[in-house]
């Protein structure tokens, strides 16, 4: 059974910084691309980052590419968002996700419960 485990949400101050994680059993980190999605309310869930399984290659969406990046511990079966220079629109409710490598939902079979990120202006 595959597990993802995310946290590091909560809420900051815009230009601030959060570090999400997402912790997951060993032969999934070693077996499926790792990715980030968020939803904001009343909005289709979105793209943010996604890492290939053996950190070869990443993948960042456009409009966090300057201020998000994307990392994997393997010895940790942690992967890790840093989100500097928060705005007000990143605030969303936050998954990790893991399956093929790209940047649609429906290429991922797995998914944590979300971590909130709140960002206030």
């Known amino acids: 059974q595959v597990q993802l485990v995310e946290s590091g949400g909560g809420l900051v101050q815009a230009g601030g910084s959060l570090r999400l994680s997402c912790t997951a059993s060993?032969?999934?980190?070693?077996?499926?691309?790792m990715g980030w999605f968020r939803q904001a309310p009343g909005k289709e869930r979105e793209f943010v980052a996604a890492?290939?399984?053996?950190?070869?290659?990443?993948s960042i969406a456009d409009s966090v590419k300057d201020r998000f990046t994307i990392s994997k511990d393997n010895a940790k079966n942690t992967v890790y968002l840093q989100m500097n220079r928060l705005k007000h629109e990143d605030t969303a409710l936050y998954y990790c996700?893991?399956?093929?490598?790209?940047?649609?939902?429906?290429?991922?079979?797995?998914w944590g419960q979300g971590t909130q990120v709140t960002v206030s202006s």
């Open positions: 890492i290939v399984w053996n950190g070869g290659g990443t």
């Open positions: 060993r032969r999934t980190f070693s077996t499926y691309a």
């Open positions: 996700a893991a399956g093929r490598f790209g940047n649609t939902p429906m290429w991922y079979d797995y």
